[in-house]
């Protein structure tokens, strides 16, 4: 019954108020990205966007961190008509597992559509010396969609990993996420654990 790319390893049954989606408590992404096309590997092109330039991974993740915590990503994401684009992101880095690879890992407790694509796109353009480090930070205070953000292709996304809370947590934890967020002026908070509502 399941498409050929997705493995079941294990079943149980779980407790009665569980939500595949809104149960969880964090998410964590991964964006696969080479930005040294002589060492591309023709066999990974459908999971690894091809990225013509190189990028400084330091120059990213400095610009990462501006955008940690709960904030209204409305910048970053396509609206859906009653919904928020607040969103607590708890993690946003990269990594080079191989020389040429850079891989970003993105976890918040939430995300709306096409804000991890929206994200790495920002910090590439921040890596390889288009933008400054502050670019991103300050297309998110803006909460309007701005043009020079590029939303990358999908098949460098990854969804890795869902958490959940502890069994008995699972309808309170649904019932917390289908509250509808909103942002107090001038006000962040950082999300340390994953815990905050969608």
């Known amino acids: 019954m399941l498409p050929p790319d997705v493995r079941v390893h294990a079943v149980a049954a779980t407790s009665a108020g569980f939500d595949a989606r809104f149960s969880a408590v964090w998410r964590r992404y991964s964006y ?6 002589a060492a591309a590997d023709p066999l990974r092109r459908h999971e690894t966007l091809w990225y013509p330039r190189p990028v400084d991974l330091t120059r ?32 946003l880095d990269w990594a080079r597992p191989a020389p040429g690879i850079a891989v ?14 929206s994200l790495v796109g920002a910090l590439l353009r921040v890596g390889d010396g288009s933008r400054e480090v502050t670019w991103p930070a300050a297309v998110l205070a803006g909460r309007a969609r701005d043009p020079a953000v590029t939303v990358l ?19 309170m934890r649904a019932l917390a996420t289908r509250r509808v967020r909103e942002l107090a002026e001038d006000t962040t908070m950082a999300c340390s654990d994953g815990a905050g509502t969608r």
Do not use: W
């Not at 696969?32 to 096309?37: A, N, T």
């Not at 970003?104 to 694509?117: I, L, S």
């Not at 292709?153 to 309808?171: I, K, N, R």
């Open 32 to 37: 696969r990205v080479c930005d040294d096309l």
């Open 60 to 91: 990213m993740n400095e610009a990462a961190q501006g955008c940690i915590g709960e904030h209204d990503f409305a910048a970053f994401c396509r609206r859906r008509k009653g919904a928020t684009t607040v969103r607590g992101l708890v993690r």
């Open 104 to 117: 970003a890992t993105v976890v918040a407790d939430a995300f709306c559509h096409n804000m991890v694509r």
């Open 153 to 171: 292709p999908p098949h460098g996304l990854c969804l890795e990993e869902v958490g959940y809370p502890a069994a008995g947590e699972f309808s």
